[in-house]
T-cell receptor, first 114, second 110 residues
Framework: NAGVMQNPRHLVRRRGQEARLRCSPM?????VYWYRQLPEEGLKFMVY????????ESGMPKERFSAEFPKEGPSILRIQQVVRGDSAAYFC????????????FGQGTRLTVV | DAKTTQPPSMDCAEGRAANLPCNHS???????VYWYRQIHSQGPQYIIH???NNETNEMASLIITEDRKSSTLILPHATLRDTAVYYC???????????FGGGTRLMVKP
């Protein structure tokens, strides 16, 4: 059973470009969570999604960031018009539907904005 | 979700048990205690979780006090590869998103 798959592992974008980060959850998992870790800082929750629904986006910046988890295919975190401050590691986690189950993380996408 | 308090850092000798404490004095009855670790810059790794009974798996043991206000994660025979930041997280059932604090940076030394 493959774990949570994130790609690309490393992404370099110039300021003003768009970044698209993909996350395929573990088999049987219907919930996806995105977290951001700025250099030398802790992990911060961004958004929680189920298939075709955003459940909690309280940690998402109000502008330029969006997330989706379509009926088919991976979850996508999109950052438009990237700025240097967006450089960070972005981690995705997935879990089953039931409450109080463990969430498993992918290895992350390291975004560098130049 | 209740707040947790962990020591910022700890050392442990290789081969010895590592006991990582966590205080969660404001925990409520339906909140679970989760432990994760992050090795260097890798994705966080799930270790164990529990509600009130002690739990054990192939990685670690989780000891929760009877009043549930604190817990201890035990790595029975620490190795150099256990060097990581360990996070204790208290969470209720509404969704499975996690709030990470500062964690404990465990250094296992030869």
């Amino acid at each position: 059973n493959a774990g949570v798959m994130q790609n690309p592992r490393h992404l370099v974008r110039r300021r003003g470009q768009e970044a698209r980060l993909r996350c395929s959850p573990m088999k049987g998992h219907s919930h996806v969570y995105w977290y951001r870790q700025l250099p030398e800082e802790g992990l911060k929750f961004m958004v929680y999604l189920q298939k075709e629904n955003i459940i909690d986006e309280s940690g998402m910046p109000k502008e330029r960031f969006s997330a989706e988890f379509p009926k088919e295919g991976p979850s996508i975190l999109r950052i438009q018009q990237v700025v240097r401050g967006d450089s960070a590691a972005y981690f995705c986690a997935s879990s089953r539907l039931e409450a109080n189950t463990e969430a498993f993380f992918g290895q992350g996408t390291r975004l560098t904005v130049v | 979700d209740a707040k947790t308090t962990q020591p910022p850092s700890m050392d442990c000798a290789e081969g010895r048990a590592a006991n990582l404490p966590c205080n969660h004095s404001t925990i409520s009855g339906n909140e679970y205690v989760y432990w994760y670790r992050q090795i260097h810059s890798q994705g966080p790794q799930y270790i164990i979780h529990g509600l009130k009974n002690n739990e054990t798996n192939e990685m670690a043991s989780l000891i929760i006090t009877e009043d549930r206000k604190s817990s201890t994660l035990i790595l029975p025979h620490a190795t150099l590869r256990d060097t990581a930041v360990y996070y204790c997280i208290v969470k209720s059932g509404a969704g499975n998103m996690l709030t990470f604090g500062g964690g404990t940076r465990l250094m296992v030394k030869p």
